[in-house]
């Protein structure tokens, strides 16, 4: 079972928006930062964005910067990703993780927990 759960993929068109969420499956990962990766077909895994254990800072691939916005409420416990201006080449499964180590550096391996992933397809 994943440790997270992520919601809110579909098919948009382009230029449209959709808002992913995450949510861990129990209490323990509120203290955590929290990331997004996305998998394109036939691609690897690339880094989205990071925000820390409060919310407070946030940090993007070149890609996304301008477009899409990370953000971190604990009061809900989820983590969203607000993605606007989307184009064809975001079509990917997006994936939430947490890193729990408090780690300085963004690097797949810094994040220990994941979720099984949303279909994202940009599209007309």
């Known amino acids: 079972q994943a440790h997270l759960v992520e919601s809110g993929g579909g098919l948009v068109q382009p230029g449209g928006s959709l808002r992913l969420s995450c949510t861990p499956n129990?209490?323990?990962?509120?203290?955590?930062?929290m990331g997004w990766f996305r998998q394109a077909p036939g691609k690897e895994r690339e880094f989205i964005a990071v925000?820390?254990?409060?919310?407070?800072?946030?940090y993007y691939a070149d890609s996304v910067k301008g477009r899409f916005t990370i953000s971190k409420d604990n009061t809900k416990s989820t983590v969203y990703l607000q993605m606007n201006s989307l184009t064809p080449e975001d079509t990917a499964v997006y994936y939430c993780?947490?890193?729990?180590?408090?780690?300085?550096?963004?690097?797949?391996?810094?994040?220990?927990?994941w979720g099984q992933g949303t279909q994202v397809t940009v599209s007309s």
């Open positions: 993780a947490a890193d729990p180590k408090l780690h300085t550096i963004v690097t797949l391996g810094n994040f220990e927990y």
């Open positions: 129990g209490r323990t990962f509120e203290t955590y930062a």
């Open positions: 925000t820390n254990r409060n919310g407070a800072s946030q």
